[in-house]
Protein backbone atom coordinates (compact mmCIF):
# COMPACT_ATOMS: atom_id res chain seq x y z
CA UNK A 1 0.00 0.00 0.00
CA UNK A 2 1.08 3.41 -1.27
CA UNK A 3 2.31 5.76 2.36
CA UNK A 4 -1.20 7.00 3.13
CA UNK A 5 -2.29 7.09 6.23
CA UNK A 6 -5.79 8.22 7.98
CA UNK A 7 -6.89 9.43 11.15
CA UNK A 8 -8.80 8.95 13.27
CA UNK A 9 -9.36 5.17 12.52
CA UNK A 10 -12.80 5.75 13.87
CA UNK A 11 -14.86 7.62 15.61
CA UNK A 12 -18.32 8.56 17.11
CA UNK A 13 -19.79 12.06 17.63
CA UNK A 14 -22.66 13.72 18.67
CA UNK A 15 -25.06 15.89 15.85
CA UNK A 16 -23.97 19.02 16.06
CA UNK A 17 -20.37 18.91 17.18
CA UNK A 18 -17.25 19.97 14.90
CA UNK A 19 -15.43 16.56 13.12
CA UNK A 20 -11.81 16.97 11.53
CA UNK A 21 -10.41 13.75 9.81
CA UNK A 22 -6.72 13.84 8.36
CA UNK A 23 -5.26 12.09 5.48
CA UNK A 24 -1.56 12.17 5.59
CA UNK A 25 0.76 10.56 2.99
CA UNK A 26 4.63 10.12 2.53
CA UNK A 27 4.71 10.34 -1.60
CA UNK A 28 4.43 13.49 -2.20
CA UNK A 29 1.76 13.37 -4.56
CA UNK A 30 -0.06 16.14 -5.90
CA UNK A 31 -3.60 15.63 -6.01
CA UNK A 32 -5.48 14.16 -2.59
CA UNK A 33 -9.16 13.48 -2.43
CA UNK A 34 -11.90 12.58 0.33
CA UNK A 35 -14.62 10.09 -0.96
CA UNK A 36 -17.26 8.87 1.52
CA UNK A 37 -19.00 5.21 1.13
CA UNK A 38 -22.37 4.43 1.90
CA UNK A 39 -24.36 1.27 1.05
CA UNK A 40 -26.07 1.55 -2.52
CA UNK A 41 -23.82 4.15 -3.62
CA UNK A 42 -20.77 3.36 -4.34
CA UNK A 43 -17.83 6.13 -3.96
CA UNK A 44 -18.64 9.82 -3.95
CA UNK A 45 -16.39 12.68 -4.21
CA UNK A 46 -16.36 14.53 -1.25
CA UNK A 47 -13.57 17.55 -2.52
CA UNK A 48 -10.25 17.20 -3.76
CA UNK A 49 -6.96 19.08 -4.41
CA UNK A 50 -4.56 19.78 -6.82
CA UNK A 51 -1.67 21.67 -4.57
CA UNK A 52 -1.16 23.30 -1.50
CA UNK A 53 -3.85 25.67 -0.82
CA UNK A 54 -6.13 24.68 -4.41
CA UNK A 55 -8.97 22.76 -3.97
CA UNK A 56 -12.32 21.82 -5.41
CA UNK A 57 -15.64 20.58 -4.72
CA UNK A 58 -16.67 17.04 -5.82
CA UNK A 59 -20.90 15.61 -6.17
CA UNK A 60 -21.12 16.03 -2.16
CA UNK A 61 -19.41 18.74 -0.60
CA UNK A 62 -22.36 20.58 1.10
CA UNK A 63 -21.77 20.40 4.94
CA UNK A 64 -18.01 19.80 4.81
CA UNK A 65 -15.22 21.99 4.03
CA UNK A 66 -11.10 21.11 3.70
CA UNK A 67 -7.68 22.76 3.82
CA UNK A 68 -4.08 21.56 2.38
CA UNK A 69 -2.03 23.43 3.90
CA UNK A 70 0.97 21.05 3.38
CA UNK A 71 1.59 18.39 0.58
CA UNK A 72 1.27 15.78 2.74
CA UNK A 73 -2.06 16.79 4.44
CA UNK A 74 -5.24 17.05 3.54
CA UNK A 75 -7.94 17.32 6.29
CA UNK A 76 -11.76 17.13 6.08
CA UNK A 77 -14.34 19.14 8.45
CA UNK A 78 -17.49 18.27 9.30
CA UNK A 79 -18.39 21.62 10.73
CA UNK A 80 -21.24 20.58 12.45
CA UNK A 81 -22.26 17.34 12.06
CA UNK A 82 -25.56 15.28 11.06
CA UNK A 83 -26.88 11.94 10.82
CA UNK A 84 -26.62 11.84 7.03
CA UNK A 85 -23.04 12.17 7.69
CA UNK A 86 -22.40 8.84 9.01
CA UNK A 87 -20.29 6.99 6.56
CA UNK A 88 -16.95 5.54 5.94
CA UNK A 89 -14.41 8.18 4.42
CA UNK A 90 -11.76 7.25 2.18
CA UNK A 91 -8.97 9.46 1.51
CA UNK A 92 -7.40 8.61 -1.67
CA UNK A 93 -3.93 10.44 -3.64
CA UNK A 94 -2.89 10.63 -7.46
CA UNK A 95 1.07 11.35 -8.90
CA UNK A 96 0.07 13.93 -11.47
CA UNK A 97 -3.68 13.78 -12.46
CA UNK A 98 -7.07 12.53 -11.22
CA UNK A 99 -6.91 10.00 -14.35
CA UNK A 100 -4.05 8.00 -13.28
CA UNK A 101 -4.09 5.03 -10.46
CA UNK A 102 -5.76 6.62 -7.30
CA UNK A 103 -4.11 5.09 -3.70
CA UNK A 104 -6.62 4.85 -0.90
CA UNK A 105 -6.16 5.11 2.67
CA UNK A 106 -7.26 2.53 5.05
CA UNK A 107 -10.86 4.34 5.64
CA UNK A 108 -11.93 6.13 8.87
CA UNK A 109 -15.72 4.57 9.84
CA UNK A 110 -17.69 7.87 11.41
CA UNK A 111 -20.52 7.05 13.50
CA UNK A 112 -22.97 10.85 14.36
CA UNK A 113 -25.14 9.78 16.84
CA UNK B 1 -21.56 16.28 -15.65
CA UNK B 2 -20.29 12.64 -15.91
CA UNK B 3 -22.42 9.89 -14.82
CA UNK B 4 -21.78 6.46 -14.99
CA UNK B 5 -23.94 3.72 -14.65
CA UNK B 6 -22.93 0.23 -13.53
CA UNK B 7 -25.13 -3.14 -13.85
CA UNK B 8 -25.25 -5.58 -12.36
CA UNK B 9 -25.41 -4.61 -8.30
CA UNK B 10 -25.14 -8.35 -7.56
CA UNK B 11 -23.39 -11.08 -9.33
CA UNK B 12 -23.24 -14.64 -8.65
CA UNK B 13 -20.87 -16.88 -10.69
CA UNK B 14 -20.02 -20.54 -10.24
CA UNK B 15 -15.82 -20.59 -9.56
CA UNK B 16 -14.05 -21.62 -12.98
CA UNK B 17 -16.77 -19.56 -14.84
CA UNK B 18 -16.92 -15.65 -16.31
CA UNK B 19 -18.05 -12.79 -14.95
CA UNK B 20 -18.74 -9.44 -16.72
CA UNK B 21 -19.98 -5.92 -15.47
CA UNK B 22 -20.69 -3.60 -17.37
CA UNK B 23 -20.85 0.11 -17.23
CA UNK B 24 -21.70 2.98 -19.38
CA UNK B 25 -21.05 7.09 -19.02
CA UNK B 26 -22.76 9.84 -20.22
CA UNK B 27 -19.63 12.14 -21.26
CA UNK B 28 -18.27 11.65 -24.84
CA UNK B 29 -15.15 13.46 -23.58
CA UNK B 30 -14.21 10.93 -20.92
CA UNK B 31 -10.89 9.47 -21.57
CA UNK B 32 -9.66 7.28 -18.99
CA UNK B 33 -11.60 4.49 -17.44
CA UNK B 34 -10.44 2.47 -14.23
CA UNK B 35 -11.76 -0.20 -12.57
CA UNK B 36 -11.27 -0.99 -8.64
CA UNK B 37 -12.11 -3.80 -6.45
CA UNK B 38 -12.82 -4.03 -2.48
CA UNK B 39 -12.32 -6.41 -0.63
CA UNK B 40 -14.58 -6.44 2.09
CA UNK B 41 -13.31 -4.32 4.91
CA UNK B 42 -10.47 -3.04 2.69
CA UNK B 43 -9.55 -0.55 0.82
CA UNK B 44 -10.47 -0.19 -2.85
CA UNK B 45 -7.72 -1.22 -5.38
CA UNK B 46 -6.97 -0.31 -8.90
CA UNK B 47 -7.12 -4.24 -10.65
CA UNK B 48 -6.68 -2.84 -14.46
CA UNK B 49 -7.36 0.91 -16.80
CA UNK B 50 -7.94 1.73 -20.02
CA UNK B 51 -7.71 4.76 -22.29
CA UNK B 52 -9.94 6.14 -24.84
CA UNK B 53 -6.90 5.43 -27.65
CA UNK B 54 -7.07 1.03 -26.71
CA UNK B 55 -10.46 -0.60 -27.39
CA UNK B 56 -9.46 -3.72 -25.02
CA UNK B 57 -6.86 -4.69 -22.48
CA UNK B 58 -6.16 -7.51 -20.25
CA UNK B 59 -4.21 -8.66 -17.64
CA UNK B 60 -3.83 -12.31 -17.10
CA UNK B 61 -7.93 -13.18 -15.95
CA UNK B 62 -8.61 -10.04 -16.41
CA UNK B 63 -9.71 -8.04 -19.59
CA UNK B 64 -11.87 -4.32 -20.15
CA UNK B 65 -13.25 -3.66 -23.04
CA UNK B 66 -14.21 -0.12 -24.50
CA UNK B 67 -17.09 1.09 -27.16
CA UNK B 68 -16.55 4.69 -27.35
CA UNK B 69 -19.51 4.63 -29.49
CA UNK B 70 -21.86 3.00 -27.24
CA UNK B 71 -20.39 4.84 -24.52
CA UNK B 72 -19.94 1.86 -22.52
CA UNK B 73 -16.83 -0.21 -20.67
CA UNK B 74 -17.05 -3.68 -19.36
CA UNK B 75 -14.89 -5.77 -17.34
CA UNK B 76 -14.37 -9.80 -17.91
CA UNK B 77 -12.83 -11.87 -15.24
CA UNK B 78 -11.99 -15.43 -16.46
CA UNK B 79 -11.76 -18.26 -14.37
CA UNK B 80 -13.39 -16.98 -11.89
CA UNK B 81 -11.57 -18.42 -7.88
CA UNK B 82 -13.09 -17.65 -4.49
CA UNK B 83 -10.65 -14.57 -3.88
CA UNK B 84 -12.42 -12.58 -6.83
CA UNK B 85 -14.96 -12.41 -4.65
CA UNK B 86 -15.39 -8.52 -3.79
CA UNK B 87 -17.16 -5.38 -4.64
CA UNK B 88 -15.90 -3.61 -7.94
CA UNK B 89 -16.13 -0.12 -9.05
CA UNK B 90 -16.14 1.18 -12.80
CA UNK B 91 -14.98 4.74 -12.95
CA UNK B 92 -14.97 7.32 -15.70
CA UNK B 93 -12.49 10.61 -16.22
CA UNK B 94 -14.73 13.99 -16.01
CA UNK B 95 -15.21 16.12 -18.96
CA UNK B 96 -12.16 18.20 -20.23
CA UNK B 97 -10.32 17.97 -16.91
CA UNK B 98 -8.70 14.99 -15.50
CA UNK B 99 -8.39 16.47 -11.97
CA UNK B 100 -11.11 13.55 -11.32
CA UNK B 101 -13.04 10.78 -11.62
CA UNK B 102 -16.82 9.49 -10.42
CA UNK B 103 -17.45 5.79 -9.84
CA UNK B 104 -20.27 3.58 -10.30
CA UNK B 105 -22.36 2.27 -7.26
CA UNK B 106 -20.46 -0.70 -7.53
CA UNK B 107 -20.95 -4.57 -8.15
CA UNK B 108 -20.96 -7.07 -5.40
CA UNK B 109 -19.21 -10.55 -7.20
CA UNK B 110 -20.04 -13.47 -5.09
CA UNK B 111 -17.83 -16.49 -6.23
CA UNK B 112 -19.77 -20.06 -5.53
CA UNK B 113 -17.91 -23.11 -4.89
Known amino acids: ?113 | GENVEQHPSTLSVQEGDSAVIKCTYSDSASNYFPWYKQELGKRPQLIIDIRSNVGEKKDQRIAVTLNKTAKHFSLHITETQPEDSAVYFCAASTKNRDDKIIFGKGTRLHILP
Open chain 1, 1 to 113: DAGITQSPRHKVTETGTPVTLRCHQTENHRYMYWYRQDPGHGLRLIHYSYGVKDTDKGEVSDGYSVSRSKTEDFLLTLESATSSQTSVYFCAISERTGAETQYFGPGTRLLVL
